[in-house]
Each structure stands twice: as structure tokens, then as C-alpha cells.
């Protein structure tokens, strides 16, 4: 299994960034999707999740009206529109993979799968 997340870069503050990731190797209507992120020396947080089923999607409050995710089934994608970005969006983001939805928002062990992560580096 592998996701390939792209699309990290340098962008300035109140710019806009989009994330991709690439899934392969796993059945992807069989997985909610979501991306993570971890700051240099923090703990990993979640930021946007997304279900197989309806489409609901999550965010934590931080990025709330900011960033945007969705999924395309058919190409196995997921991407993060992240707009309004603020010097502490500074980190390595993650696209995940859960069967339960839950795991992704609490960046649980429940999480099947990570990808090798993305840098998005905000400057003032």
C-alpha cells in the first residue's frame, strides 16, 4: 500500500496551498481518508477527514473555514485545499487511511495506514 502525498512547498503567510495524495495498492472504497500533521517537536494532530461512504468530512477547529478536503474516487485521490495559511500551519502533513473514521480523527493506532508525509512550511 502506498500514498503519496504531494503538493508541500514554501507559501506565505494568508496564501494557498493544495495537497494531493496518490492511493495505491488498497482497495480505496474501503477506507475513509484524512491527512495529519506534525509540527517540529509536537505531537501529530489531525487536520481533515473525509468518510467512503457520503462523503462527510471533519475538520479540527484550527482550520476550520481555512482548508477543504474531498476525494476522488475514481482516481484514488484526496487533496487539501488550504487557503489563509498561518505560520503555525508550519509542518509535515500526512495522508492516512482507517476503516473507522474515529481513528483518524483521534490519530489513533486504529489508523491502517500513513503516507511519507509532505512539508508545508508557512512564512511571516
Known sequence: VQLQASGGGLVQEGGSLKLSCAASGLTFSDYNMGWVRQALGKEREFVAGIRWVGGATYYADFVKGRFTIARDNAKNMVYLQMNDVKPEDTAV??????????????????????GKGTQVTVSS
Not at 98 to 111: E, L, M, N, P, T
Open 93 to 114: 502533513y500526512y495522508c492516512v487511511a482507517a476503516r473507522f473514521i474515529q481513528h483518524i480523527r483521534q490519530v489513533s493506532s486504529g489508523v491502517n495506514y500513513w
